[in-house]
């Protein structure tokens, strides 16, 4: 296993786009910046700031297409290089296969979410909009950490059809689909979609957000667990049958 | 440029992308569906007439058909490259510009066509819901504003589509910038100034969504029209790259 990750960690040093990918990272601080500068208020808090910079779109919207998309380029490109076979003569795991490219999706949401916090900070503290505090920014360190652990995790599925299918263009449209849902369903059922009880557990203690319902987390952990397995099941199955 | 057209809609149909896409259309307007069951002050979004297709209209030209639409365009002029086909085009002889022409004319027509399928969608969901309050004028805008929003969000999106024809394997960096470039729209679109020029909003004003002023409706179109000319810049690079 820890030989399939060193391997993929070298095929990224072929791949320029995907950190390329990371710059996505910027969009939120940089909206925050200007939203909250056209604002002028003189009472923005330091958890106001963050909420918009990367509490809020970047976990919801941005980073599940990033992921998505990133799972899919590199599920497809093996395939298109015709490299799988290849793998399978070795012989390597099915789920080994698997694991190692979610461990890859799972380092890059990561590194993604630690990216969007310094760059959170950055744009609130820089230009006065709010003060440094020790408080909020360690809370924006670990809020991010836990949503950059969670959202690969939520993924899952995306990941599985991608798995399933040589092609890329059903995996991005599923995937843009599926994060659209998510968002959509966070108002509706957030016990349903992996990435709606993603935002569930990450809002939990968030200060200033009020919910109809205290959120449960038993059912977001479940939920999130149960496509998870699943997708996982699928993935090493289509594998195996296309195989 | 007739007979490539005929080419590049007989690959089509071999392909699964229009399937796919849509999918796509339909998965908006469950997922807007869904959306409308959330109660506001005691009511359901979906009971008001016309909700429904104002919501899967915006709010799938936002998040979903942008990226969906780039993809389309994005994807028939890199399977060239991909399949390998491109040297034997390059062979009958055909000019790169014309092709990759050819492709974008389809790709503007199969956007309309997604427009036009997710309006059939919504169309008939609101005649089952309020056939009695639908009235044949606001049908006809709503039809206005799709058609429009499908031919004027592929102008908006042109540029990239170009892009992807010069990149090599640009298509990834594409589709983030598409969904990133549209997604901006949702911001850019709070700003009065700001909305008739950004091109994903200027989309919305051109086809009707949002109400303007003549001189607001021809920045818009500006917009656009810079955004063509844009994209026949990157297509100009392309054909020079290919003669050269």
Same mark, same amino acid.
């Given at each position: 296993?820890?030989? $399939?990750?060193?391997?993929?960690?070298?095929?990224? @040093? @072929?791949?320029?786009?995907?950190?390329?990918?990371?710059?996505?990272?910027?969009?939120?601080?940089?909206?925050?910046?200007?939203?909250? &500068?056209a604002a002028k208020k003189a009472d923005i808090t330091p958890m106001q700031f963050y909420k918009w910079s990367a509490y809020s779109y970047t976990p919801w919207i941005i980073l599940p297409v990033v992921l998505g998309i990133l799972g899919t380029m590199l599920l497809y490109d093996e395939n298109q290089n015709?490299?799988?076979?290849?793998?399978?003569?070795?012989?390597?795991?099915?789920?080994?296969?698997?694991?190692?490219?979610?461990?890859?999706?799972?380092?890059?949401?990561?590194?993604?979410?630690?990216?969007?916090?310094?760059?959170?900070?950055?744009? &609130?503290?820089l230009p006065g909009t709010i003060p440094f505090t020790a408080d909020s920014v360690s809370y924006l360190f670990l809020k991010c950490l836990e949503i950059g652990a969670l959202a690969p995790f939520a993924m899952l599925p995306v990941l599985a059809v991608a798995a399933s299918q040589k092609g890329y263009i059903?995996?991005?449209?599923?995937?843009? !689909?599926?994060?659209?849902?998510?968002?959509?369903?966070?108002? !509706?059922?957030?016990?349903?979609?992996?990435?709606?009880?993603?935002?569930?557990?990450?809002?939990?203690?968030?200060? &200033?957000? !009020?919910?109809?319902?205290?959120?449960?987390?038993?059912?977001?952990? $479940?939920?999130? &667990?149960?496509?998870? !397995?699943?997708?996982?099941?699928?993935?090493?199955?289509?594998?195996?049958? @296309?195989? | 440029?007739?007979?490539?057209?005929?080419?590049?809609?007989?690959?089509?149909?071999?392909?699964?992308?229009?399937?796919?896409?849509?999918?796509?259309? *339909?998965?908006?307007? *469950?997922?807007?569906?869904? +959306?409308?069951?959330?109660?506001?002050?005691?009511?359901?979004?979906?009971?008001?007439?016309?909700?429904?297709?104002?919501?899967? +209209?915006?709010?799938?030209?936002?998040?979903?058909?942008?990226?969906?639409?780039?993809?389309?365009?994005?994807?028939?002029?890199?399977?060239?490259?991909?399949?390998?086909?491109?040297?034997?085009?390059?062979?009958?002889?055909?000019?790169?510009s014309s092709l990759v022409g050819a492709k974008l004319v389809l790709a503007a027509f199969m956007s309309v066509l997604l427009y036009a399928f997710l309006f059939i969608i919504t169309f008939s969901t609101e005649v089952v819901l309020h056939f009695s309050l639908l009235k044949a004028a606001t049908i006809l %805008?709503?039809?206005?504003?799709?058609?429009?929003?499908?031919?004027?969000?592929?102008?908006?999106?042109?540029?990239?589509?170009?892009?992807?024809?010069?990149?090599?394997?640009?298509?990834?960096?594409?589709?983030?910038?598409?969904? *990133?470039?549209?997604?901006?729209?949702?911001?850019?679109?709070?700003? %009065?100034?700001?909305?008739?020029?950004?091109?994903?909003?200027?989309?919305?004003? *051109?086809?009707?969504?949002?109400?303007?002023?003549?001189?607001?409706?021809?920045?818009?179109?500006?917009?656009?029209?810079?955004?063509?000319?844009?994209?026949?810049?990157?297509?100009?690079?392309?054909?020079?790259?290919? %003669?050269?």
């Amino acid at each position: 296993m820890l030989n $399939l990750i060193q391997t993929e960690f070298m095929k990224l @040093r @072929r791949k320029n786009f995907i950190f390329l990918m990371m710059l996505s990272s910027l969009l939120m601080p940089l909206l925050a910046v200007f939203y909250f &500068g056209a604002a002028k208020k003189a009472d923005i808090t330091p958890m106001q700031f963050y909420k918009w910079s990367a509490y809020s779109y970047t976990p919801w919207i941005i980073l599940p297409v990033v992921l998505g998309i990133l799972g899919t380029m590199l599920l497809y490109d093996e395939n298109q290089n015709d490299m799988l076979k290849q793998l399978w003569i070795i012989p390597i795991s099915k789920l080994e296969y698997f694991l190692s490219k979610f461990f890859i999706v799972f380092l890059y949401s990561v590194l993604f979410m630690m990216i969007t916090a310094v760059c959170s900070m950055l744009a &609130g503290i820089l230009p006065g909009t709010i003060p440094f505090t020790a408080d909020s920014v360690s809370y924006l360190f670990l809020k991010c950490l836990e949503i950059g652990a969670l959202a690969p995790f939520a993924m899952l599925p995306v990941l599985a059809v991608a798995a399933s299918q040589k092609g890329y263009i059903l995996p991005i449209c599923v995937t843009l !689909v599926y994060t659209f849902l998510g968002f959509i369903l966070l108002m !509706v059922n957030m016990y349903v979609h992996p990435l709606s009880s993603m935002t569930a557990i990450t809002i939990k203690d968030m200060p &200033g957000v !009020v919910m109809k319902q205290p959120v449960d987390l038993k059912s977001a952990f $479940l939920c999130i &667990g149960i496509w998870g !397995v699943a997708s996982i099941i699928c993935a090493d199955v289509t594998l195996k049958k @296309r195989q | 440029m007739k007979t490539l057209l005929w080419a590049e809609r007989m690959k089509l149909r071999r392909s699964k992308i229009i399937w796919i896409a849509l999918f796509s259309a *339909v998965m908006v307007s *469950v997922i807007v569906y869904m +959306q409308g069951q959330f109660l506001f002050q005691g009511h359901r979004y979906v009971d008001e007439a016309g909700w429904f297709m104002t919501a899967a +209209q915006s709010l799938g030209s936002i998040y979903v058909l942008p990226a969906i639409i780039a993809l389309m365009g994005s994807y028939m002029i890199c399977r060239e490259e991909q399949d390998d086909t491109m040297k034997s085009l390059r062979l009958i002889p055909v000019k790169p510009s014309s092709l990759v022409g050819a492709k974008l004319v389809l790709a503007a027509f199969m956007s309309v066509l997604l427009y036009a399928f997710l309006f059939i969608i919504t169309f008939s969901t609101e005649v089952v819901l309020h056939f009695s309050l639908l009235k044949a004028a606001t049908i006809l %805008n709503f039809l206005k504003i799709y058609l429009l929003q499908g031919i004027c969000l592929f102008l908006a999106m042109s540029p990239i589509i170009a892009i992807v024809a010069v990149l090599k394997k640009g298509y990834w960096i594409a589709l983030i910038f598409a969904e *990133v470039y549209s997604f901006a729209g949702l911001f850019v679109g709070m700003q %009065n100034t700001a909305r008739f020029i950004y091109p994903v909003t200027a989309a919305f004003c *051109v086809s009707g969504y949002y109400e303007s002023t003549l001189p607001q409706l021809l920045t818009s179109i500006l917009s656009l029209f810079i955004c063509v000319c844009l994209s026949l810049l990157i297509l100009d690079r392309l054909n020079k790259k290919y %003669n050269s």
